[in-house]
């Protein structure tokens, strides 16, 4: 399984939906909170090149905001393996 790591804030509503489209496809991940780790946002910037969130990092692989399309190509999944939800893109 990919090593996933989420870097999110609580009010943020696109972490969210990133977040609960992972869970709904029984994909774990990790979920940094920038907002109360500051080496953590630190790290995402490094990683982004920017401060907005999400950030989702999968095996090295960087994706800015929730990108299902990309999450998807990324993890190998076909439309038909993942669950449908109103969560298409954004972020």
């Given amino acids: 399984m990919a090593n996933i790591k989420i870097y999110s804030t609580p009010a943020c509503p696109y972490c969210r939906m990133a977040k609960a489209y992972l ?10 909170d920038v907002s109360v780790d500051q080496a953590a946002a630190q790290e995402m910037v490094e990683k982004s090149g920017q401060m907005g969130v999400p950030v989702i990092d999968i095996d090295g692989h960087i994706i800015i905001g929730f990108d299902r399309p990309k999450i998807e ?15 298409e893109g954004g972020g």
């Fill in 73 to 87: 190509g990324i993890l190998g999944l076909r439309k038909e393996q993942s669950h449908d939800d109103p969560f």
């Fill in 23 to 32: 869970t709904g496809n029984n994909i774990p991940f990790e979920d940094i």
